[in-house]
């Protein structure tokens, strides 16, 4: 995943901010290729700032 608007280096000193934010690229933007965690999915749910119809999917998907 590439995003040009946001430095990573500097992200990724705190490990849940840049957790959060990853998953939220790759749900809002495309997974280029990768698989989400479900752990870590579960684990930021609250936190994730998430498309609403792609939530509500996500939430189907992960409470069957």
Do not use: C, T
Request: charged fraction near 40%; avoid cysteine.
């Amino acid at each position: 995943m590439y995003n040009w608007s946001v430095d990573e280096e500097k992200l990724k000193n705190n490990p849940e901010k840049y957790a959060i934010w990853k998953l939220e690229q790759m749900v809002n933007f495309g997974l280029n290729g990768k698989k989400i965690s479900e752990k870590e999915l579960k684990k930021y749910w609250d936190k994730l700032r998430l498309d609403p119809a792609r939530k509500r999917f996500l939430e189907l998907l992960l409470h069957e």
